[in-house]
């Protein structure tokens, strides 16, 4: 960094804030570190206030790489979502859409960490020296890049001006940029050309490689290039804090970014804190160190059933534990595999009258007060009632606890045999034992399973749990060797129109009820199998029509149709959602609202309720906690 020291910047801006619009960057002590037209947030469009600068907040991980988080829960993007799930320009001062041309503005004077300037060079370099550079990216550039297997044309107009233009609409554009996990489209070029051949030489490159006992430049350059995962303090970024620890480390320390383009309505820049503090600690006392007050923000890491002890502590350490309601389809699902290699069950799992039963069979009621104090929703796995895609009977269609009509399905599904203790065989004879795995990490889906193989023994069938790894589960479903499969359901649970229809079809890879089909679409036929269930293939061609139009009329009805054919079918088996994540802050940390939802996607946890505008309610808090 130039001109001042870091130092001093800080210091200058925790005591003072700009006195007008005119002129940002040009006056009082932020000059020279805002782009010449920041962002000014509405703050009292969401009931918040404007704040004062400084002060430190801690938090707690459970291992080193979690920090990466930050760059989630940070949430600086070149779009991204408001707090009402509005697409609206960020890190980009404009951006034009045109059929499959998007045309994005930079700010002027906008600036890297380390005060280098953010330009449209480092959209270039990202596109020709990393997306397209094969030794880099083997696999070429993200798949929300292709239309009909098709990449963009990329025009640098200027210093502050880049296209994007496909000949066909585009809808997954937008929406990937402003993903949880930012793709980050551009790079820190000034940066990350120090060693990159074709600036440097093949053999500068290599040498510099050689020096940090690499094996090449390419894994230089992705040492370097550390912008998601945070791990190299040296790497400039845009976000609000930058890293300054190295690890192996036990505490990371990040500091705010003194060219950050947000700004309070009084001209403040922000974010109000100056430091972030994650301390690593084992995930089984994350909760007991935060009802002992050693955190003063904290949610990942915690859950509905640590409610109890951390409102126990709250007098005592002067915090209060938030509930937000997460924004998820079940907070247990079943996934019938439908493309399982064992013949057998591969046919079970295909007759939707045998889905449905095992649907009917569950007593969601009993789920709902054990797992979720009776305070959850019981149904199907689809959208929350928050999502303007919401409908009311697609949470209970073919999910009401009816154990007769269970009786009646699997009878008509050709399990009506039975053993001499009452359990229901297959055609081929075998006892009809369902054997579901788990990943295991969940107490709430193993606990949820012990539930449910009573219910199900009520009906003739019996249910086995098989913990595995979660890579060896996804191995395992991968080759078809998974019968079934418990999980968390839908993650994209509050979606709106322009938002991907995410885990609704085999387009998206992953998916544990048809991971196979979802190979061969990834792999474009050269793995896996193809789908060859007319209900699937609808769903397929519904995802396609979704990326074929930017309308989003025209998207919510191709979204209420796959929801309603998943409901109908029971492709995934839901039971209950509606969990409440405890978010613990400190009660004199101002702007954090009393509620608001939780997911991975589309509210990257925190991140769309803006952590930058978090701050210290006083001088002496800020000043206590920076000590």
């Not at 804030?17 to 037209?37: F, I, N, V």
């Not at 291992?63 to 989630?72: G, I, K, N, Q, T």
């Not at 094996?215 to 976000?239: I, K, S, V, Y």
């Not at 359990?423 to 009809?432: F, I, W």
């Amino acid at each position: 960094m130039t001109g001042l020291s870091r130092r001093a910047v800080l210091a200058g801006l925790a005591a003072t804030g700009l006195e007008s619009h005119p002129g940002w960057g040009q006056q009082g002590p932020d000059a020279g570190h805002l782009p010449d037209r920041p962002l000014v947030v509405d703050l009292a469009a969401r009931g918040r206030r404007p704040g004062a600068a400084g002060g430190t907040i801690r938090t707690l991980i459970a291992r080193a790489r979690d920090v990466r988080y930050l760059s989630v829960y940070g949430y600086t993007r070149l779009v991204g979502y408001d707090a009402d799930l509005t697409l609206r320009p960020d890190v980009l001062e404009t951006v034009a859409m045109e059929a499959g041309r998007f045309t994005f503005t930079l700010r002027a004077g906008h600036r890297w960490s380390d005060g280098a300037p953010f330009t449209t060079e480092d959209f270039r370099y990202y596109w020709e020296d990393v997306a397209n550079e094969p030794t880099l990216n083997p696999g070429g550039p993200p798949d929300f890049f292709r239309v009909d297997g098709q990449l963009p044309r990329v025009e640098i107009l200027d210093a502050l001006t880049v296209r994007y233009t496909w000949d066909r609409p585009n809808p997954r554009f937008l929406p990937a940029l402003a993903a949880p996990r930012d793709p980050l489209i551009y790079r820190p070029a000034h940066y990350l050309k120090t060693v990159h051949p074709r600036y440097v030489g093949a053999e500068a490159a290599e040498a510099l490689a050689k020096a940090q006992k690499l094996r090449g430049w390419a894994a230089l350059h992705n040492r370097l290039d550390d912008m998601f995962e945070l791990n190299n303090p040296d790497c400039p970024t845009l976000q609000g804090w930058c890293p300054r620890t190295r690890a192996p480390a036990t505490r990371f320390v990040f500091t705010r970014n003194p060219h950050y383009h947000r700004v309070d309505p009084t001209g403040r820049q922000l974010p109000y804190l100056d430091t972030i503090v994650m301390d690593v600690a084992a995930s089984g006392v994350l909760a007991a160190k935060t009802n002992a007050g050693e955190a003063d923000l904290m949610f990942r890491g915690l859950s509905m059933s640590d409610i109890p002890s951390l409102k126990e502590g709250e007098r005592a350490h002067g915090y209060r534990t938030r509930l937000w309601p997460v924004a998820r389809g079940s907070e247990l699902a079943l996934y019938p595999n439908l493309t399982t290699l064992d013949p057998g069950w591969r046919v079970l799992n295909r007759d939707v009258r045998y889905r449905r039963a095992l649907s009917l069979a569950i007593d969601r009621r009993t789920l709902n007060n054990t797992l979720l104090f009776g305070l959850g929703t019981e149904g199907n796995d689809t959208v929350i009632a928050e999502s303007p895609l919401f409908v009311p009977d697609l949470r209970t269609r073919n999910a009401v606890y009816d154990p007769d009509g269970a009786n009646r399905l699997l009878d008509a599904a050709g399990l009506g045999r039975r053993d001499g203790s009452d359990m229901r065989l297959m055609s081929d004879g075998r006892p009809v034992e369902i054997v579901v795995e788990t990943d295991g990490e969940g107490a709430t889906i193993l606990d949820g399973l012990l539930l449910i193989a009573e219910f199900w023994r009520e009906v003739g069938l019996k249910l086995i749990v098989k913990p595995q790894e979660r890579t060896n589960l996804r191995r395992r479903s991968m080759a078809g060797q998974t019968v079934m499969v418990a999980a968390q359901g839908l993650d994209l649970a509050v979606p709106t129109a322009i938002m991907p229809p995410t885990g609704l079809s085999p387009a998206q890879p992953d998916h544990y009820s048809w991971p196979r089909w979802s190979l061969s679409v990834e792999t474009h036929g050269a793995s896996g199998e193809p789908c060859d269930l007319a209900a699937v293939q609808r769903l397929l061609a519904l995802d396609a029509q979704w990326r074929g139009t930017d309308a989003a009329g025209i998207q919510a009805g191709i979204w209420r149709e796959m929801l309603a054919n998943h409901a109908e079918n029971q492709w995934v088996i839901g039971t209950v959602a509606g969990a409440l994540q405890p978010v613990v802050a400190s009660a004199r940390l101002a702007n954090l609202p009393e509620r608001a939802l939780y997911a991975w996607d589309p509210t990257a946890f925190i991140g769309v309720q803006r952590l930058d505008e978090v701050f210290w309610d006083s001088a002496a808090d800020r000043k206590a906690s920076a000590s």
